[in-house]
């Protein structure tokens, strides 16, 4: 299937605004209202033709959704978020760039509408979300085959469905995977403020694990740290902050981090290197400052640091489809704890798509921008 899905130029209906959701469900649009149908119908979808700035090559078009058969899932879409991967796909810059042209977007949580004959395991109603990138999920509606999909507690809030699948699951992974951490230990990370920053802080306070958070200064710095810390945050630092002789007075209080997570880069990476516990790790998972990671030999030598990457689409390969699932019910579990919340969002109408795109590539960006159908 085509990441496009199947479309051709035709007319959209109305688009359902996550906002309306209660209200629709009020008027009777409940699950059993939906069956499968053959009949087609006309979607709303942000598609890029070529790669570059996301702002010229974005395009709001009206396109034609074929039938559903056999094993195909009629999805109509409830929200879906701007991530930096998205940006940096359509930028053409990323692992994985999907065959042009391209419906935008990885991520998001969409309501069956309709099934082909031959799908056993989802209903008309259910809530999903993709079980692989690159479907394309900035559309009103989509027909997707019921293996790219997968089923999700339709009880958990919309903005935590529709920002389950990605953040969420690279926090978890990174801190289970690379070191075998125990209640008390600690973790330090840049990007504090990120998706995956705030997802991190969340789960290992559910693991018993301490967080030392490194954020980029800005004037309403006490706000941030405040946030933070209502998440969960031990300590939350500034680069400048963390680069001070004093820093090393937290270390009373509480172990060197044995693990360290980076999304950052250049200068940022090597700070985080320098307050690592021997044999420790940094894993790094992005690379905003654009600069390369750079480790002084002797921490390498004496320390004995390990550098590793993590990619979730790599992880995603090296394990089974149920593995991800099982990962995503976890997850499941801890948001029903009320141990992980949605990152702060600011919710955008697929129309004003520019407006969200312009505030996602914002410096100190504090929200993410969750595109509402």
């Not at 879409?77 to 930096?84: H, K, S, T």
Request: glycine share 8%; hydrophobic share 40%.
């Amino acid at each position: 299937m085509l990441v496009c899905g199947r479309l051709t130029g035709a007319r959209a209906p109305a688009p359902l605004h996550a906002g309306l959701l209660e209200t629709w469900r009020r008027r009777g649009h409940t699950a059993s209202s939906y069956s499968a149908s053959s009949e087609p119908s006309k979607v709303r979808a942000l598609i890029y033709g070529s790669h570059g700035d996301p702002a010229k090559v974005i395009q709001l078009k009206n396109l034609e959704l074929t039938a559903v058969e056999g094993s195909d899932v009629h999805v109509r879409m409830l929200a879906a978020p701007i991530n930096p991967a998205d940006i940096n796909m359509i930028q053409g810059n990323y692992g994985l760039l999907p065959k042009l042209p391209a419906v935008g977007g990885n991520e998001g949580v969409g309501q069956v509408v309709a099934v082909g004959s031959s799908v056993s395991g989802l209903k008309p109603g259910d809530w999903v979300i993709p079980a692989n990138p690159g479907l394309g999920t900035w559309r009103t509606e989509a027909v997707f085959s019921e293996e790219e999909l997968i089923g999700i507690p339709k009880d958990i809030p919309l903005q935590s469905a529709a920002t389950l699948s990605v953040n969420p699951c690279t926090a978890y992974r990174m801190l289970l995977d690379f070191e075998q951490l125990q209640p008390g230990d600690s973790v330090i990370q840049n990007a504090s403020n990120s998706g995956v920053g705030q997802a991190v802080i969340q789960i290992a306070s559910a693991l018993g694990l301490k967080t030392i958070n490194v954020v980029r200064d800005r004037p309403d710095i006490q706000k941030l740290t405040d946030r933070l810390k209502n998440l969960g945050a031990d300590y939350v630092l500034t680069e400048e902050e963390l680069r001070l002789p004093e820093t090393k007075t937290i270390f009373k209080d509480l172990p060197l981090p044995r693990l360290a997570l980076n999304c950052v880069g250049g200068k940022s990476s090597t700070e985080l290197l320098r307050h690592l516990a021997p044999g420790g790790t940094m894993v790094t998972y992005g690379g905003m400052a654009k600069q390369p990671v750079t480790a002084s030999v002797s921490l390498l030598i004496f320390k004995d640091l390990k550098l590793r990457g993590f990619w979730l689409s790599q992880w995603k390969k090296n394990h089974s489809p149920d593995e991800f699932k099982e990962l995503i019910l976890t997850l499941c579990n801890l948001i029903h704890q009320g141990q992980l919340t949605a990152p702060t969002c600011s919710e955008v109408p697929l129309q004003d798509y520019q407006k969200a795109l312009e505030a996602s590539m914002k410096p100190f960006v504090s929200s993410k921008q969750i595109l509402t159908m």
